[in-house]
């Protein structure tokens, strides 16, 4: 009997070594910056993995706050119903994220998330987190910088949604995804778009039909290929070239 909880303690220790020592997300996840003896501080911020099957959700709405979540592998979406009873979409997470800091001002989370694919997260206790933040300063700063990168994000969506054209704000989208790939060793111009057009479209402020529309039009000027989820970005400087355009 007594034996069993220090087994699962060393369990658990084990995998967060090789979570954050080894992991391939780690500069993109909360070890990023921390020396090799920072990171082994982390040992006693004793965590689990949870997987998550395609559907299923991994908090709602009203849930009360006690842990956030780095995503390890699959895609999520986040999102908040409106008072009219709409889906609005706020966010898509991939490896190397971090969910779940909605709930930390007022400790309930503030909107839902969902696993758009069957992936895995690493569980990690907020109060665990204070706690070895207050050993490791290092870690309260990158955890601040984890939060900022949430901040700008959430900016960038902001001026999508009020300055852009629909093309603009599809082109900006695409390019975005492009360059979070990349953060993640993936290609850069070919990938599998793992939300569906309305989604999308209810991320962006645009009607399906819109959305499905800009698509069409960017294959026919040469600038994507679509095969269903597929898509190839075949000219990242024309997608750019939108944007620069509206900037100039």
């Given at each position: 009997?007594?034996?069993?909880p220090?087994?699962?303690?060393?369990i658990?220790?084990r995998?967060?070594?090789?979570?954050?020592s080894s992991c391939?997300?780690?500069e993109?996840?909360?070890p990023?910056?921390?020396?090799?003896?920072?990171?082994?501080?982390?040992d006693?911020?004793?965590?689990?993995?949870?997987?998550?099957?395609r559907?299923?959700?991994?908090?709602?709405?009203?849930?009360g706050?006690?842990?956030?979540?780095?995503?390890?592998?699959?895609?999520f979406?986040?999102?908040?119903?409106?008072e009219?009873g709409?889906?609005q979409?706020?966010?898509?997470?991939?490896?190397?994220?971090?969910?779940?800091m909605?709930?930390?001002?007022?400790?309930?989370?503030?909107?839902?998330?969902?696993?758009l694919?069957d992936?895995?997260v690493?569980?990690?206790?907020?109060?665990?987190?204070?706690?070895?933040?207050?050993?490791?300063?290092?870690l309260q700063h990158?955890?601040?910088k984890?939060?900022?990168r949430e901040?700008?994000?959430d900016?960038?969506?902001?001026?999508?949604?009020?300055t852009m054209?629909a093309?603009?704000?599809?082109?900006?989208?695409?390019?975005?995804?492009?360059?979070?790939?990349?953060?993640?060793?993936?290609?850069?111009?070919?990938?599998?778009?793992?939300?569906?057009?309305?989604?999308?479209?209810?991320?962006?402020?645009?009607?399906?039909e819109?959305?499905?529309?800009?698509?069409s039009?960017?294959?026919?000027?040469?600038?994507?290929?679509?095969?269903?989820?597929h898509?190839?970005?075949?000219?990242?400087?024309?997608?750019?070239?939108l944007?620069?355009h509206?900037?100039?």
């Amino acid at each position: 009997m007594d034996t069993q909880p220090a087994t699962s303690k060393v369990i658990n220790i084990r995998q967060l070594k090789t979570v954050c020592s080894s992991c391939s997300l780690r500069e993109l996840c909360l070890p990023m910056g921390l020396s090799r003896e920072e990171i082994e501080h982390l040992d006693t911020l004793v965590y689990t993995r949870r997987r998550v099957k395609r559907g299923e959700t991994l908090y709602r709405a009203g849930d009360g706050f006690n842990s956030l979540y780095a995503v390890r592998t699959g895609f999520f979406k986040s999102n908040v119903i409106l008072e009219d009873g709409r889906d609005q979409v706020t966010g898509f997470h991939m490896p190397g994220d971090i969910l779940g800091m909605d709930g930390i001002g007022t400790e309930a989370h503030t909107c839902n998330a969902h696993a758009l694919e069957d992936g895995e997260v690493c569980v990690i206790p907020f109060s665990r987190l204070e706690e070895v933040s207050r050993e490791v300063r290092n870690l309260q700063h990158q955890f601040h910088k984890v939060m900022s990168r949430e901040i700008v994000r959430d900016q960038g969506v902001m001026m999508l949604l009020g300055t852009m054209r629909a093309e603009e704000r599809l082109a900006a989208f695409l390019i975005n995804l492009s360059q979070r790939f990349v953060a993640r060793g993936y290609s850069p111009s070919e990938f599998h778009l793992r939300m569906t057009r309305e989604e999308i479209g209810s991320y962006l402020g645009l009607k399906l039909e819109t959305v499905s529309r800009i698509f069409s039009k960017f294959q026919e000027q040469g600038l994507i290929a679509v095969q269903q989820k597929h898509i190839r970005i075949l000219n990242t400087d024309g997608l750019k070239h939108l944007l620069d355009h509206r900037e100039a």
